[in-house]
């Protein structure tokens, strides 16, 4: 077992001890040994850098990450690894916070790393200048509204914006015929990002917003916020906050009784199977609650099955966490841009990103048999685990929704599904 300690000084001026373990059950690097062959010298691992949360409020989005990234490596390892390297993998930890997160990224550095997975929203901004000038290319996750028209020629974004989130919230409330809601997002500005799409999008398919109401996190109670959200008997609350938060309103609403007045609709974060936040949200979460999932492709799909696979000999799991795929699709393509760049730099292969990721070109969706086409001099499209991964020229990608509730034991069970084309139809009904 490594263990690398490091110190970041946190608010106050207070010195933080933060000690994150690399283990093989846990964040392993996923890095299998190829014996170099007689005469060759073996080559050096390539570092993916990872930017997460371990601790803090959103401490559960590491889960997601390491999961993802773990799987990642594997596969890219296992299909030979990127121009005779094997990738191993280097973590620090933001703690979800923008004051943390720029100490963060200069530890970070300081371990090589050949790219950057992550930070998630709620941090990127305070770093997302620092990847060119440090030469490091970065596959950010969320989906940060900020960011539908970044300009960042070495940052990319593998999950689908907040903006097209809000409208799937919005058109499954609609299309289940609840149109009064309310809106509970706590301050910050991954949640307020919700808010403008998603008043847009629910009033232009005839729904009607009673309250709009700004929660503080780490208060106490909310029961004088929930009196007030559910003033006019709304029929949804959408939300998003802080686990923190949410398990305190949740608590409050328990004694008042919304858990059950009305469908509560929120963020990606509510999503995972046994989670926090279902949690918190206690038994009428199979009843009451839903949140909105990027969606994954059917299993029909052979390149989502091939994650499957490899996700399970990872962790001997196929229970999906959030995110996961798209980490793991973001690790597969920086090693093809690489490859085809028959480079390691990223001042060489970061404008080949787009290049194995979008149209035109072969549709391929495992590492080695795109390594295979590419050996072969042609032209591929890596669609992944999580979707075609097709970059627009903001380098982000476009996806569907999947609606997720749970089951009376929290397993996470998908309600229904937002498609492309839906969310089309609600934006050119906004723009009447």
Wanted: one cysteine or more; hydrophobic letters at 40%; glycine letters at 8%.
């Amino acid at each position: 077992m490594t263990v690398s300690r490091r110190f970041v000084r946190g608010r106050g001026g207070t010195k933080v001890a933060l000690v994150l373990a690399t283990m093989a059950s846990m964040i392993g690097a996923g890095l299998t040994s190829v014996p170099a062959s007689a005469g060759t010298k073996k080559l050096p691992p390539l570092v993916v850098g990872a930017i997460l949360p371990f601790t803090g409020s959103k401490s559960l989005l590491s889960q997601w990450g390491v999961h993802g990234i773990k799987v990642g490596i594997y596969e890219v390892n296992h299909g030979g690894g990127v121009l005779g390297h094997q990738l191993t993998s280097s973590y620090v930890d933001d703690a979800a916070d923008s004051v943390d997160t720029l100490p963060a990224f200069r530890n970070l550095m300081t371990h090589h790393p050949t790219f950057v997975v992550g930070p998630f929203s709620p941090t990127i901004e305070a770093v997302i200048n620092q990847f060119k000038p440090n030469n490091v290319a970065d596959f950010m996750i969320g989906g940060l509204s900020n960011l539908d028209t970044m300009q960042y020629s070495y940052v990319f974004r593998t999950t689908a914006s907040d903006s097209t989130e809000a409208i799937a919230m919005a058109y499954y409330a609609i299309k289940h015929g609840w149109k009064t809601a309310s809106l509970m997002f706590d301050n910050s500005a991954n949640s307020q990002g919700f808010v403008p799409p998603l008043i847009k999008a629910f009033k232009a398919l005839g729904g009607t917003i009673q309250q709009n109401i700004t929660l503080t996190p780490g208060q106490s109670s909310y029961s004088s916020e929930l009196t007030q959200a559910f003033a006019g008997n709304p029929k949804v609350v959408f939300n998003s906050m802080d686990s923190q938060t949410f398990a305190t309103l949740m608590s409050d609403a328990q004694q008042l009784n919304y858990t059950t007045a009305a469908q509560w609709i929120g963020d990606d974060l509510q999503s995972a199977p046994q989670g926090v936040y279902a949690k918190a949200f206690g038994s009428a979460a199979s009843t009451n609650m839903t949140a909105a999932l990027p969606a994954t492709p059917t299993t029909a799909d052979s390149a989502y099955n091939h994650f499957l696979a490899d996700y399970q000999s990872v962790w001997r799991t196929t229970s999906i966490l959030p995110t996961s795929s798209n980490f793991y699709d973001a690790i597969v393509i920086a090693s093809l841009a690489m490859t085809l760049a028959k480079s390691t730099n990223p001042k060489v292969w970061v404008g080949d990103v787009m290049k194995v990721s979008d149209p035109p070109g072969i549709v391929c969706g495992t590492y080695a048999s795109c390594v295979s086409l590419i050996k072969a001099g042609k032209k591929i499209n890596y669609n992944g685990a999580g979707g075609n991964e097709d970059f627009n020229k903001y380098h982000n990608v476009f996806s569907g929704f999947q609606m997720v509730g749970f089951d009376a034991n929290l397993n996470s069970v998908v309600r229904d599904y937002v498609t492309a084309q839906d969310l089309a139809t609600v934006v050119s009904k906004e723009s009447k």
